[in-house]
């Protein structure tokens, strides 16, 4: 019997092939093949929210394929991942080839498997079942949600304000989280209070320290000692009296393992311990999940990575507990098998935990096929896993009360020791701090042994000290966090979560500082207008019941397209309501709203919306053609313009007003000076200066008729990334700024030199042909050599340059190469951008011609024969 079988990827189905035997044909669809077409229409809400569909012209080679092996096959098997998006792209592939009548007399079945193992594939095919229809409908909705949010939403902003990117369903709403948390950072006011510690002596020597916790027969609240003078007149109770022992209280607890990684707690906890992206995250565990080479065979290392079970199959914890009580003893591993249930409502979307396919298949016995990143995760992975079948960590806990006889002062000490380690000794799950900082886990820093002591025992005061404290503001949000907040909100699902803070740093609407989220002005001017005037549509509980509900179709429990049709009326209304708002109405508001967070007072009070350049003029904030910037209300007649940036009063004046000297270049006496222009900050070394050129001597050797000429030349100049605040440029920044490109060193792979400089598109690491842009802490002025390897090492591979032929005029080969923005053919100097969708293998000499003629201007050659085949058509297919 002649079988097809259809998977996303060319790895993955290399793999399996290996697994079924000749009888079966596995083939890739890579990926997703079809999808809206990002134009008006492809979702019609009036035509009962049909949809259209369009099969990626690289698609069309693969499904090709597909059909070509169909041919004579008596059933196709499709094998796609077992999550929505996975139906999602089997049913895609079945309506193609239904709608090309390729599956004529061929049986299609669903197969579904948690893990790319051999038994695991061949137990899953012996299970062969139907398309989900529900799990269908579900991704057509959230599909069909998204496009008409993006498609209706985005030419708003685009509208009332110029210079915006688009906007999302879901992203907009993470933003809202990220803006409102900075809101709540800039209005923090800080509140001061104090504690009051003292360190005791016992008979012996040693030494207990206690806080206050009881004054004057009165408990002691947080802010009770609110500042000095309450915290010294504390210390002169504490001083003038005498202590003993009062009570002892102890107990022991218990410490349970974390459950095994769902999605969502495998991206923050590698955040958290392995400093990892959520995309890189999730990159690293694909390639764990499709497997590498053993002993000839490739196998896969972990489970599916995108679920939110938290659930293991019995074998997999039979297997646990055998491998805990053989590599720690029997007294790690508990009584009864831990059992973890998962909080996703439909069965069927409830895979089970993120686990190694193998427990036994430990760490250092694969550490030499796998590379940094991909063992750091998988020993993440299986140590989570093991830890979640331990016993219990016991720890036996003490507190004690410390006080003077007449009761006005008591203090507490409390102590704690670990006496059985139980999971402990493998892992321990790492926290977000409540400054903000991130734990990767280990001992709670307050837990500390006390000495051996007993009731109404004397402990001889040794000293008191007062110690001040100021509350803090809430902490930025790191990507664990926000992905923590998310999930607990309901907004989004985790298998979206890396896309959905990757689209927020590409539109710009955010930056990653420091591993830290802070929001672009531009993304606090579009937050600030969603909330004004589409004000549910960014609400958290709406943006989660909307999720909700389509778990309530993929579980069955109601229609995808009443969910579509309740949506849909309500928010096309709020749209049409913007209609014939003016851009002036938007600004006002947004000046309003946005004016305490652009505008704040000067320490010296004075007014943040003066305009420094004239007497009367007021900022506000503008729209142009480039986005919002803060400008003076007298234009025209005052031309004041600045970035859109947090000032205080009186803040820009320098460099409003002209360069702000920063100091002397120490080689060549040069002043340097911090400059605004109106791209932004840049630095600038000397001024201008006029160079003249004598006129060139002739062959003859006499002196030219030809007067001297007057070259100016142009100062160098560097622009500040857009991270750098402008007050944080002193002489030696500015050197550094000066002095880039810089090299870095020789990568020890290539052997090419690994340069440092900033571009149109900020600051970034080169090698050869590859660049690299630098994010987050990596500073284009420290940067070293080790770090800058590991970059390039992670950089996204590019196809060499090819030779496609030589251009028919002067003969020089015409060549194809990879660029920033796609694949590109390249003469001389004249360079032209392939058109989208087109195949770069299918492009012919003649195609190629046509491209650069039409780049530089000139008219085709004229042609013998038809230059290449012409372009396929984008097929279509709608969806009722």
């Not at 709608?99 to 669903?110: M, P, T």
């Not at 790191?478 to 890396?498: F, H, M, N, Q, W």
């Not at 530089?856 to 004229?862: E, F, L, N, Q, T």
Request: proline residues 6%; contains cysteine; positive net charge.
């Amino acid at each position: 019997m002649n079988n097809v079988v259809v998977v996303e990827s060319p790895s993955k189905a290399k793999t399996i092939n290996k697994y079924l035997g000749s009888d079966f044909t596995v083939l890739a669809s890579y990926g997703h093949i079809r999808d809206l077409p990002p134009k008006d229409g492809s979702v019609r809400p009036d035509d009962d929210f049909s949809m259209d569909w369009e099969v990626d012209t690289k698609a069309q080679k693969h499904m090709k394929d597909i059909v070509k092996a169909l041919k004579g096959a008596d059933r196709l098997f499709l094998a796609t991942d077992p999550d929505r998006e996975g139906e999602a792209i089997s049913w895609h592939v079945r309506e193609v080839l239904e709608q090309g009548k390729s599956l004529d007399n061929v049986e299609v079945k669903r197969v579904v498997f948690n893990e790319i193992t051999k038994d695991a594939i061949l137990e899953a095919f012996k299970h062969p079942r139907e398309l989900d229809d529900e799990l269908v409908e579900a991704y057509l909705a959230r599909r069909a949600l998204d496009y008409l949010v993006g498609f209706t939403l985005s030419p708003v902003l685009w509208r009332k304000l110029p210079g915006s990117r688009s906007a999302g369903r879901v992203q907009s709403v993470a933003l809202r989280l990220i803006c409102e948390r900075e809101t709540e950072i800039e209005n923090f006011t800080a509140r001061e209070y104090w504690s009051v510690r003292a360190d005791f002596k016992t008979g012996d020597g040693k030494t207990v320290s206690a806080t206050l916790t009881q004054l004057n027969g009165e408990k002691l609240r947080k802010f009770d000692l609110g500042n000095e003078a309450a915290a010294r007149a504390a210390v002169n109770v504490i001083e003038n009296r005498d202590f003993q022992v009062q009570e002892i209280e102890r107990k022991q607890a218990r410490r349970n393992p974390a459950p095994p990684f769902t999605t969502s707690t495998l991206q923050q906890e590698a955040s958290r311990k392995l400093r990892m992206s959520a995309k890189r995250t999730m990159q690293v565990a694909q390639r764990l999940y499709e497997g590498v080479n053993l002993d000839g065979e490739t196998v896969g290392l972990i489970t599916y990575m995108r679920t939110d079970g938290v659930q293991m199959s019995n074998e997999a914890i039979g297997a646990a507990r055998s491998l805990i009580g053989t590599d720690f003893g029997k007294n790690y591993v508990p009584g009864q098998p831990r059992e973890y249930k998962t909080k996703a409502k439909n069965a069927q979307e409830a895979h089970e935990a993120i686990r190694p396919t193998d427990i036994y298949r430990r760490p250092k016995d694969i550490a030499a096929v796998l590379d940094d990143e991909q063992l750091k995760l998988y020993t993440l992975i299986w140590r989570r896993t093991v830890a979640s079948q331990m016993e219990s960590a016991i720890l036996d806990q003490v507190a004690v009360n410390i006080g003077s006889q007449d009761k006005n002062a008591i203090l507490r000490a409390t102590g704690s020791v670990v006496a059985f380690d139980g999971f402990f000794k493998l892992y321990m799950e790492g926290q977000d701090d409540a400054d903000g900082s991130e734990l990767s886990g280990g001992k709670d820093s307050e837990d500390r042994l006390l000495p051996p002591l007993r009731e109404n025992q004397t402990l001889a005061r040794h000293s008191v000290t007062p110690d001040q404290h100021f509350t803090q503001p809430p902490p930025r949000f790191s990507e664990a966090s926000l992905v923590k907040t998310l999930e607990e909100l309901g907004i989004g699902r985790p298998s979206t979560y890396a896309s959905i803070i990757s689209v927020l740093q590409e539109r710009n609407y955010v930056t990653l500082d420091k591993r830290r989220f802070t929001p672009e002005d531009r993304g606090r001017v579009v937050t600030t207008f969603l909330e004004s005037y589409f004000t549910r549509y960014v609400a958290y509980d709406f943006t989660a019941d909307l999720e909700n509900k389509l778990d309530e179709i993929s579980g069955g429990r109601i229609e995808w397209k009443k969910v579509l049709r309740d949506f849909w009326g309500d928010f096309d209304s709020a749209v049409a309501e913007t209609k014939d708002l003016r851009v002036s109405e938007v600004l006002d508001k947004l000046d309003e709203l946005l004016g305490p967070h652009f505008f704040r007072p000067g320490e010296d009070g004075s007014d943040p919306r003066k305009c420094p350049t004239c007497d009367d003029g007021r900022l506000n904030l503008k729209l142009g053609k480039f986005g919002a910037f803060i400008g003076c209300s007298n234009y025209p007649e005052c031309r004041f313009t600045r970035p859109l940036e947090v000032t205080k009063g009186g803040d820009t004046d320098a460099a409003a007003n002209g360069p702000v000297e920063l100091g002397v270049h120490p080689d060549n006496g040069k002043i340097i000076t911090l400059r605004k222009g109106p791209y932004g900050m840049y630095v600038q070394l000397g001024e201008e200066e006029e160079v003249v050129v004598p006129p060139p001597i002739l062959k003859s050797g006499a002196k030219s008729k030809k007067k001297p000429t007057i070259k100016k030349i142009k100062p160098k100049r560097t622009s500040l990334p857009r991270t750098m605040s402008p007050a944080s440029v002193d002489l030696d920044v500015a050197i550094g700024l000066l002095g880039l490109p810089r090299e870095i060193g020789i990568d020890p792979e290539t052997q090419d030199m690994i340069t440092a400089a900033i571009g149109r598109f900020g600051p970034y690491i080169k090698r050869g042909g590859t660049y690299v842009s630098l994010k987050g802490d990596d500073d284009v002025l420290t940067i070293g050599l080790n770090r800058a390897v590991i970059l390039m090492a992670n950089a996204p591979k590019k196809d060499p340059p090819t030779e496609i032929g030589p251009h028919p005029k002067d003969k020089k080969i015409i060549t194809m190469k990879q660029g920033r923005w796609g694949f590109f053919v390249q003469h001389g100097r004249t360079m032209a951008t392939l058109p989208k969708g087109t195949d770069k293998d299918s492009v012919t000499l003649e195609q190629a011609v046509e491209l650069i003629n039409a780049k530089s201007g000139k008219k085709a050659p004229a042609k013998k024969k038809a230059a290449g085949k012409k372009k396929p058509a984008a097929k279509k297919a709608k969806t009722g």
